[in-house]
């Protein structure tokens, strides 16, 4: 089992989970009315955008790529440089970011305020009207539900011994044996939620980006960066946190080659040396890391609750990456979703 951390001050509720959605479609918490989260967390991408780095307003150019959200509610740290470890705080920071969607947080509220709508629904799933924190905490809950599940390494985890083609179950002993990615990339979620240098960053003898030291102000972390999780990894290039891998079988040409050697590069990496056909059966073992995206009510609505589950700081339990089990007064929420948050998902009440 894992454990699915839920904030105490933050329950996970049917209602707030709908709310979040609707705000992060809507793209009246940007400058310009123009681009919403979803712009560039695509929901048909796995919740990227499927470019090597992020476009905000006003076509404006940010400084990484845009990472997947998937399974994010098992997160330790948050963006590439790891500088939030809350979801609450990191769903603040693209809003109020000039390159993204350059509206500062309180900007966001008044105009929230503003649209009577979201007054209703704010009051329907906090008990008052919009605030800074509860907008975050509205978007948190979305991103909380978006899972990625029941992938065929899932099925074969679980005793289907089809579930994995030949080519892939070679590839997946390369994966925990020789090619030794299971150092940073732990199952079930794939990532290690640690920071590493592989080199990405190192160009023409020099760093181009510091990564997590920008953070930390820690020499250690110089050009590191978040593991990102593998889940959907077929689905969501282009790859590194500068976009500047663009294929899966790039990546695997990058990290046999020991990734960039620089005075900071992680010891764990060296050449690999594998032949063609290990490669491909890597290769065929990584696409096999990708399944069923859901989230939202569409996620979290049909589990059966089990109060048992949920501990008293608001963690509950989990039997696989692909079921919710945390207590979501579904009574409540479902009578309170005939409301105003029905009203906001038929019309976002923008201006």
């Not at 990625?148 to 044996?177: I, V």
Request: hydrophobic share 35%.
């Amino acid at each position: 089992d894992l454990l699915f951390p839920v904030p105490g001050d933050n329950p996970l509720t049917g209602t707030k989970v709908e709310l979040g959605r609707v705000l992060f479609g809507d793209p009246l918490l940007s400058r310009d009315r123009s681009l919403a989260c979803a712009g560039c967390h695509d929901p048909k991408r796995a919740f990227t955008d499927g470019r090597p780095r992020s476009v905000g307003v006003f076509d404006r150019l940010g400084g990484r790529n845009v990472p997947t959200l998937v399974n994010r509610a098992y997160g330790r740290f948050f963006f590439w440089d790891g500088r939030t470890t809350t979801l609450e705080a990191q769903v603040l920071r693209p809003i109020e970011d000039s390159r993204e969607m350059d509206l500062t947080a309180r900007e966001a509220v008044d105009r929230l305020r503003a649209q009577p709508r979201y007054v209703a629904a704010f009051h329907d799933a906090f008990g008052r009207e919009p605030t800074i924190d509860d907008l975050a905490r509205a978007v948190a809950s979305y991103v909380r539900t978006i899972l990625s599940g029941g992938a065929p390494f899932d099925r074969y985890a679980r005793g289907e011994a089809d579930a994995l083609s030949p080519a892939a179950r070679a590839g997946l002993q390369l994966f925990r044996g020789k090619a030794n990615c299971v150092s940073c990339h732990p199952q079930p979620s794939f990532t290690d939620e640690r920071f590493h240098n592989t080199g990405v960053a190192w160009r023409d003898g020099a760093l181009r980006d510091v990564g997590r030291e920008a953070v930390t102000g820690n020499r250690e972390d110089r050009g590191a960066f978040k593991t990102p999780t593998l889940r959907e990894v077929a689905r969501t290039a282009p790859y590194m946190h500068d976009g500047s891998v663009e294929t899966l079988e790039d990546v695997i040409e990058f990290y046999d080659r020991g990734g960039n050697v620089n005075p900071y590069r992680d010891p764990r990496l060296s050449r690999l040396d594998l032949s063609a056909e290990e490669k491909r059966q890597l290769l065929a073992f990584l696409r096999s890391l990708s399944g069923a995206v859901q989230e939202g009510l569409s996620a979290i609505g049909p589990v059966h609750i089990r109060p048992a589950l949920v501990q008293p700081d608001g963690t509950g339990r989990i039997s696989d990456l692909g079921t919710l089990a945390v207590e979501l007064f579904p009574r409540r929420a479902s009578a309170r979703r005939s409301g105003a948050v029905d009203q906001l998902t038929s019309g976002h009440g923008r201006t």
